[in-house]
């Protein structure tokens, strides 16, 4: 007859000791040291970014969320500048695939009008006083996104865009 061990556990100090599991435990210490450390300085908040573009007679900022979270408030704003004033409505051509990751709580300044059509919403605004219009959302990310947007804003001149800005926001769980 073979020579059992008397118990199951006679080589758990042995396995339990040896070089790999020891490697094992060491790398699962350090990746947890790192995302408790990133998660400590704030990497898996959000991380917003500003694009610039000028073309028309325009100039366009663009604040969006660069990198998101479902659940979380982002920043959204626009701001158009024009030398020498606006002398008719801006018209805001926003790509309408990208409001599908972001729960709508509110606009400033409200549009004068609206409407959509071919994958954009035309938001149309009167004449401020000044050089500078900024049209800013109030919204967070939906909650159960996984996946990010692709999205532009362009502000229109008659049927065409003077400018475009194309963007992307990625979200992480």
Same mark, same amino acid.
């Given at each position: 007859m073979e020579n059992w061990p008397d118990s199951t556990l006679?080589?758990?100090?042995?396995?339990?000791?040896?070089? &790999?599991?020891?490697?094992?435990?060491?790398? @699962?210490?350090?990746?947890l040291v790192i995302v408790l450390?990133? &998660? *400590?300085?704030?990497?898996? &908040? *959000?991380?917003?970014?500003t694009a610039t573009a000028q073309g028309g007679g325009y100039g366009v900022d663009l604040t969006y969320p660069r990198? @998101?979270?479902?659940?979380?408030?982002?920043?959204?704003?626009?701001?158009?500048?024009?030398?020498?004033? $606006?002398?008719?409505?801006?018209?805001?051509?926003?790509?309408?695939?990208? $409001?599908?990751?972001l729960e709508m709580r509110g606009r400033l300044p409200e549009p004068s009008s609206e409407t959509a059509g071919d994958g954009l919403a035309y938001l149309t605004f009167d004449p401020p006083p000044?050089?500078?219009f900024t049209f800013a959302l109030d919204v967070r990310i939906r909650s159960g996104r996984q996946r990010g947007e692709s999205g532009s804003v362009s502000v229109m001149d008659g049927e065409k865009s003077a400018v475009t800005i194309y963007f992307d926001t990625w979200l992480v769980p």
């Open positions: 006679d080589d758990v100090g042995r396995v339990a000791r040896s070089k &790999g599991v020891e490697r094992l435990r060491t790398t @699962a210490a350090v990746l450390v990133a &998660g *400590v300085l704030g990497f898996f &908040g *959000v991380r917003s970014s990198i @998101a979270r479902a659940g979380l408030d982002v920043p959204w704003t626009v701001t158009v500048h024009r030398d020498g004033g $606006f002398d008719r409505e801006i018209v805001l051509a926003i790509d309408t695939s990208y $409001f599908e990751i000044g050089d500078e």
